[in-house]
């Protein structure tokens, strides 16, 4: 090529290709890299419930001072109630006013305290042997000479009650993270502790609410909708550790909370009605991910009376989404605080099952489409097996009215490959839902090599992401729908499974990265309409 020679693009007004679909650009968010617990979900005490671990109370500590003396152990003898086994029981022989005693939360990497600001702390207490009060809580410095602020309970007594108390920090403090949660007592006896939460301002002053830098940065994609709750997560590593819908709504006292597959424990605060909220806080709308019989370890439900269950439990799911209030599941939404049904058009029956090596899928996604369309006749079901898959692994039994397909590439494969890739499909549909995509640099995500990477891409991988969404713009009248994944990750140390992710933070800051910033131009800048464009004389594109 003659490098004088002048690139011309020409853009062809007069005949417009196509329209774009108003789904481009959603978000895809699931329990990874501590995306909720120490994420968005604004809940700043790690291992609220206990049950994080059988053996010891992790992330809680001793907190004494002087010459107070106590020892702390899990006590499953005294739960505040049926849904939570265990609590925390502190045995205090020795503490007084100058020298009090109790146990130190430094919540997700310590605690992000700022200046003048009202923390709410909800906690389960009573006491015995003699301890009667008051219980102090304290926010304090990682090395406890500093405090950020304290409030107080006066008295305890021998029977679970539930406190809740304002810390407001003084004002004038340097925002921090070194910090930690203390709540102490000056007399000796036994203090037990069960279910204790603490929450800064959240998103719109929510109840068990969202984090505001991060809500902020994910309301400026404009996102067009959410899909929820996975990934792996909705799947879990076994049957019972799955996203167990009815085991995430109602008081956060009685979420239990489920090993989830990234390798830690979820709390369940961030449950089936939190994702709604959070779908309506954004302006967008919910894509619902339901559990379709099969884990990640390879246990699943036979396609017949075994799997039942879980197609009920799919549509008692989209009946608390949608269903009037005087359906059972629409009553409880309505319990839950929301009347109103939610809007929901999208349904997928669960994730990645091209990974299922039972051969059981197309089954399974009989069973829950057939069950979906006779109640919901109107909602879209998409299947989770693409047309990148081999065709022994795509769905043949029904005809799904989208397939959600998931690319990680690198993103020199991205430049290469978008301007054609998804040419050759078959323009009668299905539609395609772009569920999962992210372009990396050289080193895939599940690579271990990987994990020397930074948590977040360069920018030579959001060009590979621009690259693929035009390609997906282009191709509206086919993918109609497309989100980036991961979303979210805490960019402390053991904090992160997967890279790279959207948007990083630790307790009290949060960033973009490249790729956030190129979706962001794309998404708050969509157009209506396809425009032919053809470029000669570039040594870069050809068409
Ligand atoms: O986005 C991370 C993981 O990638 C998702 O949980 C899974 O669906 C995919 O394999």
């Given amino acids: ?85 265990r609590c925390l029981r502190i045995e205090v022989a020795t503490a007084s006013r100058t020298s009090p005693a109790g146990v130190a939360n430094a919540g997700y990497w310590g605690i992000p305290i700022k200046p003048n600001t009202r923390y709410k702390a909800t906690f389960f207490a009573k006491a015995t042997g003699g301890l009667t009060g008051p219980i102090f809580l304290l926010l304090q410095s990682g090395d406890g000479k500093t405090l950020y602020g304290q409030a107080s309970v006066a008295k305890l007594t021998d029977t679970w009650t539930q ?33 204790a939460s603490l929450f800064p301002p959240t998103w719109k002053n929510r109840a068990n609410g969202l984090r505001p830098d991060l809500m902020q940065m ?39 909370g489920h090993p989830c597959p990234w390798g830690y424990r979820s709390s369940d605060g961030m449950g089936l009605m939190e994702f709604l909220l959070w779908c309506e806080d954004m302006g967008a709308e919910p894509v619902l991910g339901v559990y ?23 549509l008692e799911e989209i009946e608390y989404v949608i269903g009037p209030v005087s359906s059972k ?10 009347p109103k049904p939610f809007p929901l058009r999208y349904v ?33 079901v998409v299947s989770t097996v693409g047309n990148e898959q081999p065709a022994a692994k795509r ?25 054609t890739h998804f040419d050759k499909y078959d323009r009668s549909g299905p539609e395609i839902f772009v569920g999962e995509w992210g372009a990396h640099e050289e080193v895939v995500p599940w690579s271990p090599q990987s994990r020397g990477l930074p ?49 990083g933070y630790d307790a009290l800051r949060s960033f973009g990265s490249p790729s956030y910033y190129a979706i962001q131009m794309f998404s708050r800048n969509v157009g209506d309409e396809i425009l032919k464009v053809t470029l000669t004389g570039s040594p870069l594109l050809t068409s």
Avoid at 293 to 308: D, H, N, V
Avoid at 474 to 494: E, I, K
């Fill in 395 to 419: 769905v043949k039994s029904r005809r799904p009215d989208a397939l959600d397909e998931h690319y990680y590439r690198k993103a020199a494969d991205f430049i290469k490959d978008s301007p």
């Fill in 218 to 256: 994910l309301v400026d994609l404009k996102p067009a909708f959410l899909r929820f709750p996975g990934g792996n997560y909705l799947e879990g590593n076994t049957i019972a550790t799955r996203f167990d819908w009815k085991k995430t709504i109602g008081p956060i006292s009685e979420r239990p």
């Fill in 1 to 85: 090529m003659n490098r004088r020679q002048t690139p011309t693009m020409t853009i062809d007004a007069a005949q417009p290709a196509g329209k774009v679909s108003p789904l481009h650009y959603g978000l895809m968010t699931e329990e990874i890299n501590f995306s909720y617990d120490g994420g968005l979900y604004a809940e700043l005490i790690r291992n609220r419930a206990f049950l994080d671990s059988e053996k010891e109370a992790t992330h809680w500590s001793l907190a004494l001072a002087g010459g107070a003396m106590a020892k702390m152990a899990l006590d499953e003898s005294n739960p505040i109630n049926s849904a939570l086994p």
């Fill in 329 to 338: 599941w629409g009553a409880q939404r309505a319990k839950d605080g929301h």
């Fill in 348 to 380: 997928e029956v669960g994730n990645e099952d091209f990974f299922d090596r039972s051969g059981s899928y197309d089954a399974r996604f009989a069973q829950f489409y057939d069950a979906i369309k006779r109640v919901y006749p109107h909602l879209k």
């Fill in 292 to 314: 379709a019989g099969y884990s990640l370890r390879g246990e699943y439900a036979k396609p017949g009376p075994e799997l039942e269950p879980y197609v009920q439990e799919a």
């Fill in 455 to 503: 948590p977040t891409p360069s920018m030579k991988a959001a060009l590979g992401d621009a690259a693929f969404m035009t390609a997906m713009e282009r191709t509206s009248d086919l993918v109609t729908m497309q989100c980036y994944a991961p979303l979210l990750v805490n960019v402390n140390p053991g904090g992160r499974q997967w890279r790279p992710n959207l948007i």
């Fill in 163 to 195: 406190y809740t108390v304002t810390i407001t920090t003084r004002k004038g403090i340097a925002p921090t993270t070194d910090a930690k949660l203390v709540l102490s007592v000056e007399q000796p006896g036994t203090l037990y502790l069960g279910m």
